[in-house]
């Protein structure tokens, strides 16, 4: 199924008799939009209005372009779950079979700033700022699926959710400290995946327990006990700064009184981080538990886990402008969000059909070439 029929079977909430533009139609118009590099809802009327006529050779508009407020109500209105849906669809019938082995599923939640509404003439109307839980295959550069939630602290009940949606065997799902719960390492166990979680003061026994054992000198004589492998990975140099990282995974548990607790709990582990700056050195410790048993796919995961935040998070608000944009009525932030992603993924699995001597096109990149060359936007239009 191509991402426009499936957006043809998201359900329209509007009455028969007031419809002049296909729901399809109106999703589309925004998708282009973003496709081409606008940045508000104003540029992608304006952009739609003058490539009409190219539109048309692949939408309906039986009324022509909608205007501004229309694409605002529809997108008030969509209900997101079903967008979150077309999200997660697309990119599994797209990208599933592309996936490595061990590929690392990034799990983060992320605020939409400006998205906060409030109806001072209906309370009931206003709402907090869109809380959004996505997941990111860290080396495809792509995102498989999301869900919304109202807050931060809403996202231990958002993860088992998100979960549902993914197909997970063979993966590395890994998770910041505040989804480091049994019921989330159960549930990726049942989906057949490995998982890596931060761990810190929320799992305050376990915490206190794994910071005391690693606290000790880790000689060799401990190491062997405890099954300790470690991995020390090459200094980095970046904006005057060396950086050096030692892995530490521990895969002889049976001191650990909370081990039978955590659904295949097979290790634990620090990071020590190394820095030397002009300011001076400094060691970070950070601490997580795995149902891995390699330092090397432990450390691969560690790492990996950041780029959710540098590929997907950092490229919503510098390429996209996300967290300055100021629709937020309803639903409308969560599918702009959505939306988002779903041109996002496009462009990161189109190689455009021109000849450029730049290399590893950035999404920027290939949204430039969409609004001036014909050929490369109709090269997009026919994979959507």
Known sequence: MTLKES??????????RCKKHN???????????????????????????????????????????PSTDTIL????????????????????????????????????????RRSEYNN??????????????????SSME?????????????????????????????????IDAMGCQKKIAEKIVEKKADYLFSLKGNQEKLHEDVKDFFNHELDEKYCERYKIQKLSCAVEKDHGRIEKRDYYLCTNLKWLTEKDEWKNLCGIGMVRSSRLTKDGESTELRYFIT????????????????????????VLDTVFDEDYCRVRKDNSAQNLNIIRKLVMNLLKGLD??????????????????????????LYALQNL
């Open 291 to 314: 149902s891995l048993t390699d330092v090397n796919l432990a450390a691969k995961a560690m790492r990996a886990h950041w780029s959710i935040e540098n590929n997907l998070h950092w």
């Open 23 to 65: 729901l399809c139609d109106i999703l589309m118009i925004v998708l282009i939009g973003y496709l081409t590099g606008c940045k508000d809802m104003e540029e992608i009327h304006f952009s739609a209005e003058v490539s009409e006529e190219m539109l048309r050779k692949y939408l309906e508009l039986p009324n022509g372009i």
């Open 352 to 377: 455009l059909p021109i000849t450029t001597k730049k290399k590893n096109l950035t999404i920027g990149n290939k949204q430039t070439l969409c609004l001036k060359n014909e050929k490369c936007l």
């Open 73 to 112: 109500r529809v997108l008030a209105g969509i209900d997101g779950k079903e967008l979150e849906k077309v999200l997660a669809d697309y990119a599994r019938e797209t990208f599933s079979s592309r996936i490595p082995e061990k590929e690392v599923i990034a799990i983060d939640g992320k605020t939409i």
């Open 7 to 16: 957006l043809m079977t998201i359900k329209d909430f509007r009455i028969d």
């Open 120 to 137: 001072h003439n209906d309370e009931s109307k206003s709402h907090k700022a869109a809380h959004v839980v996505s997941a990111f295959a």
């Open 142 to 174: 792509i995102c498989f699926g999301q869900v919304k939630t109202e807050e931060k602290s809403n996202e231990i009940t958002a993860i088992p959710e998100l979960l549902e949606l993914l197909e997970l065997k063979g993966l590395i799902v890994t």
